[in-house]
């Protein structure tokens, strides 16, 4: 059988040897990225102007951003002008001073809650795991597809692997549908318009068709998989809820059919949901 080709050791790996660039590093290759070296880009700017704030120096006037960064104040003052309108700094009206603004708050807040989530949702991936002896996984929706951002692998010889980061289609993943059938109606056609591939003969590429399927897991409450993503596998999976009682990401598991036979996939689904529940409690779900 054919294995989906593992991603976890690379990440593991990549993150080892990251370090962080000061600012000065910053500075230094952004002079060089536009018109030959001449000038920095003005997306440089504002990233390397946002990055200057710190616990200790919450607010900076523009004179010290301008010698931190080596610009004109004038740069400076438009860069901070145009960051104030977008929400991402605001300007202290008694000192003239700059602070980061509630935007960027709200896009760390993103972040955070999709790492939020894969922290919270490990030890209930343990125990699917243990409860099913298959592979585990949690998936996000992210620019039309499904990510997986944390899985444990089966225990068992013949197995079907997984990765952190590897991105699969929604419209033929347990996951995907798992997620999508509990999206607004205009995110649902948006996904059909963008196309509906092909990926095995068992694969739903009819837009009625995968309308029908959706109805039948917002039903029964999960999402199943019959080799439509891969032929030898197949999946299930179930949505999980956030605080806002919206569907922020799936749990599945996923098993070679010579063991997931359909039958046992459905006697799979109480221990699915079980785990999708109380995930979701965890994050704050009380629907």
Same mark, same amino acid.
């Not at 054919?2 to 000065?24: G, P, V, Y």
């Not at 960064?69 to 008694?94: C, D, I």
């Not at 056609?189 to 917002?218: C, F, M, S, Y």
């Given at each position: 059988?054919?294995?989906?080709?593992?991603?976890?050791?690379?990440?593991? !790996?990549?993150?080892?040897?990251?370090?962080? &660039?000061?600012?000065?590093?910053?500075?230094?290759?952004?002079?060089?990225? %536009?018109?030959?070296?001449?000038?920095?880009?003005?997306?440089?700017?504002?990233?390397?102007?946002?990055?200057?704030?710190?616990?200790?120096?919450?607010? /900076?006037?523009?004179?010290?951003? $301008?010698? @931190?960064?080596?610009? $004109?104040?004038? *740069?400076?003052?438009?860069?901070?002008?145009?960051?104030?309108?977008?929400?991402?700094?605001?300007?202290?009206?008694? *000192?003239?001073?700059?602070? /980061?603004?509630?935007?960027?708050?709200?896009?760390?807040?993103?972040?955070?809650?999709?790492?939020?989530?894969?922290?919270?949702?490990?030890?209930?991936?343990?125990?699917? @795991? &243990?409860?099913?002896?298959?592979?585990? %996984?949690l998936s996000i929706l992210d620019h039309g +597809?499904?990510?997986?951002?944390?899985?444990?692998? #089966?225990?068992?010889?013949?197995?079907?692997?997984?990765?952190?980061?590897?991105?699969?289609p929604v419209h033929c993943t347990a996951e995907?549908?798992?997620?999508?059938?509990?999206?607004?109606?205009?995110?649902?056609?948006?996904?059909?318009?963008?196309?509906?591939?092909?990926?095995?003969?068992?694969?739903?590429?009819?837009? $009625?068709? /995968?309308?029908?399927?959706?109805?039948?897991?917002?039903?029964?409450g999960y999402a199943t998989d019959d080799e &439509?993503?891969?032929?030898?596998?197949? +999946?299930?999976?179930?949505?999980?809820? %956030? %605080? !806002?009682?919206?569907?922020?990401?799936?749990?599945?598991?996923?098993?070679?059919?010579?063991?997931?036979?359909?039958? @046992?996939?459905?006697?799979?689904?109480?221990?699915?949901?079980?785990?999708?529940?109380?995930?979701?409690?965890?994050? +704050?779900?009380? #629907?």
């Amino acid at each position: 059988m054919r294995r989906t080709r593992r991603m976890a050791d690379w990440c593991q !790996s990549s993150n080892k040897f990251h370090i962080r &660039e000061t600012l000065t590093e910053m500075v230094g290759r952004a002079r060089h990225a %536009d018109d030959g070296g001449t000038r920095l880009s003005s997306v440089a700017n504002a990233i390397l102007l946002m990055k200057t704030f710190s616990d200790e120096q919450s607010e /900076l006037g523009i004179s010290a951003l $301008a010698e @931190r960064l080596g610009l $004109a104040k004038s *740069t400076v003052h438009r860069l901070a002008s145009t960051l104030v309108e977008a929400g991402m700094l605001e300007q202290n009206k008694e *000192t003239g001073k700059y602070r /980061l603004g509630l935007a960027v708050f709200e896009l760390g807040s993103l972040v955070r809650r999709k790492i939020d989530i894969s922290f919270e949702a490990k030890p209930w991936l343990m125990t699917l @795991r &243990e409860q099913t002896g298959e592979t585990v %996984d949690l998936s996000i929706l992210d620019h039309g +597809g499904v990510v997986c951002v944390n899985f444990l692998e #089966s225990q068992k010889v013949n197995r079907i692997s997984s990765g952190i980061g590897l991105r699969k289609p929604v419209h033929c993943t347990a996951e995907g549908k798992a997620l999508i059938a509990f999206q607004p109606p205009v995110m649902i056609e948006r996904i059909i318009h963008a196309g509906l591939e092909r990926r095995t003969p068992r694969t739903l590429v009819d837009p $009625a068709q /995968l309308q029908d399927e959706l109805a039948k897991i917002r039903a029964r409450g999960y999402a199943t998989d019959d080799e &439509e993503y891969e032929l030898g596998v197949r +999946g299930i999976a179930a949505p999980i809820s %956030d %605080d !806002s009682g919206n569907s922020v990401a799936a749990v599945g598991v996923t098993g070679p059919t010579q063991r997931l036979t359909k039958n @046992r996939l459905r006697a799979l689904a109480r221990y699915v949901n079980d785990a999708a529940k109380a995930i979701s409690l965890r994050l +704050g779900d009380r #629907s």
